[in-house]
T-cell receptor
């Protein structure tokens, strides 16, 4: 079974702090993704990566950056956390050559609260 | 604009009853449609994935249907259980869109005794 793990289930930070959210997958997937999920808005793509050291902006990249130094690990960075970044953050991964289904496997999520 | 709309927004049913959730999409060109189950405070878990050529797919008590002509899908849950209480999310991907998915906002299902 694919396993996607996230470093924290719950996180509380203060406005202006630098925040790191870590995601690790154990199935040698090329693609990794960061989403945020807010009530009534569904999941929105922040950034994704299709290879080590490669990254692409998603729909809402402002205020975020990412790092992918190793294939299995994808980090989301909030350079200066703000209260409007309070949300559920979900990491996902997928195989790059799954051209038919392109299925994404999700981690358990990190509930981030910025005070 | 690619959109996925789900109905109803929320639903309460008694244990043992059946229910059907709806998904309409305007995503084009269509590649595949998937249904995810998301328990409260957890990440989404895939239930079914259907491509253009598949019009029905089952996973235990869950059966998804797809009508690519009308751009509609439904998820039917048979003999509901308390553990079915969750959010059910419809997700559509586009051909040639790489990994880009369009998510619905979900139907919140509550199964009661």
């Amino acid at each position: 079974d694919v396993k996607v793990t996230q470093s924290s289930r719950y996180l509380v930070k203060r406005t202006g702090e630098k925040v790191f959210l870590e995601c690790v997958q154990d199935m040698d997937h090329e693609n990794m993704f960061w989403y945020r999920q807010d009530p009534g808005l569904g999941l929105r793509l922040i950034y994704f990566s299709y290879d080590v050291k490669m990254k692409e902006k998603g729909d809402i990249p402002e205020g975020y950056s990412v790092s992918r130094e190793k294939k299995e690990r994808f980090s989301l960075i909030l350079e200066s956390a703000s209260t409007n970044q309070t949300s559920m953050y979900l990491c996902a991964s997928s195989l790059s050559f799954d051209r038919v289904y392109n299925e994404q496997f999700f981690g358990p999520g990190t509930r981030l609260t910025v005070l | 604009k690619n959109q996925v709309e789900q109905s109803p927004q929320s639903l309460i049913i008694l244990e043992g009853k059946n229910c059907t959730l709806q998904c309409n999409y305007t995503v084009s060109p269509f590649s595949n449609l998937r249904w995810y189950k998301q328990d409260t405070g957890r990440g989404p878990v895939s239930l079914t994935i259907m491509t253009f050529s598949e019009n029905t797919k089952s996973n235990g008590r869950y059966t998804a249907t797809l009508d690519a002509d009308t751009k509609q899908s439904s998820l039917h849950i048979t003999a509901s259980q308390l553990s079915d209480s969750a959010s059910y999310i419809c997700v559509v991907s586009v051909t040639g869109g790489g990994n880009k998915l369009t998510f619905g906002t979900g139907t919140q299902l509550k199964v009661e005794l």
